[in-house]
């Protein structure tokens, strides 16, 4: 069985642009989260979707954005990319939302490494 | 707001070596608690998860324990191996409807043969 799977694997963008991450979930999964990893930082949760709906958000702006498709793919997309956004990005999917107490493993992709210059 | 400690950053140990990952949280109250590795430019391979109900969990050579109440769990792993050389990730879920985790900044071990 596949795994989750995100594309591309690395991605270079200038200051200001825009970079498009791409993340097709583990087949049954219809929760996909979105996390930054970078430098020294640690890992940040950034956005989670669930049945297409945009579900809780991190503490990041509004230029990170994203959705989830009908076959609970989903999209990252940062607007206006300044040299701090450069870090890997991981998107993880789960089973959808659970009774209070269930086991919720999240399954993460292999990331994608965005670098800004 | 949950925040999420490890200790210590790096570890090296010689292999064969039993050895204690620690990890600790602010907020005890916590839905589960999970254990991840991350090899050197990849992503997050879950080791253990633990529920807030339960004390402790064990996959192979591999045991997660957890003390809520005192915001505490420790990742024991038995007879080290040059393969165990990884950051490992310690992660909570807070639950309150959300799913997202927090996560440390992770412990880097090295195994030496």
């Known amino acids: 069985e596949a795994g989750v799977t995100q594309s591309p694997t690395h991605l270079i963008k200038t200051r200001g642009q825009q970079a498009t991450l791409r993340c097709s979930p583990i087949?049954?999964?219809?929760?996909v989260y979105w996390y930054q990893q970078a430098l020294g930082l640690g890992l940040q949760f950034l956005l989670w979707?669930?049945?297409?709906?945009?579900?809780n958000r991190g503490n990041f702006p509004p230029r990170f954005s994203g959705r989830q498709f009908p076959n609970y793919s989903s999209e990252l997309n940062v607007n206006a990319l300044e040299l701090e956004d450069s870090a890997l990005y991981l998107c993880?999917?789960?089973?959808?939302?659970?009774?209070?107490?269930?086991?919720?493993?999240?399954?993460f992709g292999a990331g994608t490494r965005l670098s800004v210059l | 707001k949950q925040e999420v400690t490890q200790i210590p950053a790096a570890l090296s140990v010689p292999e064969g070596e039993n050895l204690v990952l620690n990890c600790s949280f602010t907020?005890?109250?916590?839905?589960?608690l999970q254990w991840f590795r991350q090899d050197p430019g990849k992503g997050l391979t879950s080791l253990l998860l633990?529920?807030?109900?339960?004390r402790e969990q064990t996959s192979g050579r591999l045991n997660a324990s957890l003390d809520k109440s005192s915001g505490r769990s420790t990742l024991y792993i038995a007879a080290s191996q040059p393969g165990d050389s990884a950051t490992y990730l310690c992660?909570?879920?807070?639950?309150?409807?959300?799913?997202?985790?927090?996560f440390g900044k992770g412990t880097k071990l090295s195994v030496i043969p």
């Open positions: 979707y669930d049945e297409g709906e945009e579900r």
């Open positions: 992660a909570v879920n807070s639950g309150a409807g959300s799913y997202q985790l927090t």
């Open positions: 907020d005890s109250a916590i839905y589960n």
């Open positions: 633990i529920q807030s109900s339960q």
């Open positions: 993880a999917s789960s089973l959808g939302s659970l009774p209070v107490g269930a086991k919720n493993i999240q399954y």
């Open positions: 087949s049954g999964h219809t929760s």
